[in-house]
């Protein structure tokens, strides 16, 4: 049936719609991984414990007809929801277009779109707590264990598949570790370092690299735009880690870019 459905002009549309409620899901998760509990239960207004009805819960659509506002309270409703409704949804019709046809395909794309949801659901919590919460950290690293076999199961040297893995965790969790050894923990946290073991494994040396680079240009140009908009001092704390986040799924959806600025800046060298 999917397969009659992609030769359709339907599927992108099918994909992206179901890329929003998985990200209304992932929204959910994100409030449970910060304030704790299951992910079950009713959703409620966290102003005024609305039980939400059906219709107050589609995806983007329930946010653009109650323009943003809680219907009983009024108050205003997190833009957060609509965004990573939106963010998954893209990632969902990026990662999923062309249907993979093969089981192989799919062994390649489904880890992708789990790890790229992690990723955002980190992002989220990171930037609302400055916490990356283990139990995210432990599921990203089980997934990317799965992906490390799949290559180690396709390729032609497989030892190799594993040395690179090994390589991308120790240079990334290494140069964050030393960072935050030096800074003593004032720079980045210990759940960046931690972090950057199943990324690093994922991305191999040099992607994981060009992950830090990217991550400490975007940190260094935020926090200076902070600084000279007096919304942060010196002594503001930004968290790190939606930075690593936001540049590893670049790495992941974009590739050729990320290749072509490591070209243009470092040309042969790394
Ligand atoms: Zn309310």
Known sequence: MLVALSDTGLYPLILFIFGLIVGSFLNVVILRGISGGSVGGRSVCPHCDKTLRGWELVPLVSFIILRGRCQRCGKEISVQYPLVELSYGFVLLIVGTPLPQ????????????????????????????????????????????????????????????????????????????????????????????????????????????????????AGGVVAGYLLLTKQANMKTA?????????????????????????????GGYI
């Not at 400055?130 to 950290?137: G, R, V, Y």
């Not at 930004?238 to 470092?266: E, H, K, T, Y």
């Open 102 to 217: 093969s089981a192989l395909g799919w062994a390649i794309s489904l880890p992708l779109m789990i790890i790229i949801a992690v990723l955002l659901v980190l992002f989220v919590i990171d930037l609302k707590t400055m916490l990356l919460p283990d139990t995210f950290i432990i599921l990203l690293s089980v997934v990317v264990a799965f992906v490390v076999a799949v290559r180690w199961f396709v390729a032609d040297s497989a030892p190799l598949v594993l040395y690179w893995a090994a390589a991308g965790a120790l240079i990334g969790a290494g140069i964050l570790g030393l960072i935050w050894l030096l800074t003593r923990g004032r720079g980045i946290g210990l759940g960046d370092v931690k972090l950057l073991i199943p990324v690093g494994a994922l991305l191999g040396p040099i992607d994981t690299i060009m992950l830090l680079f990217v991550s400490f240009m």
């Open 238 to 266: 930004i968290p790190f880690g939606p930075f690593l986040c936001a540049a590893a799924v670049l790495v992941l959806l974009a590739p050729q870019f990320v290749d072509q600025v490591r070209q243009l800046l470092f």
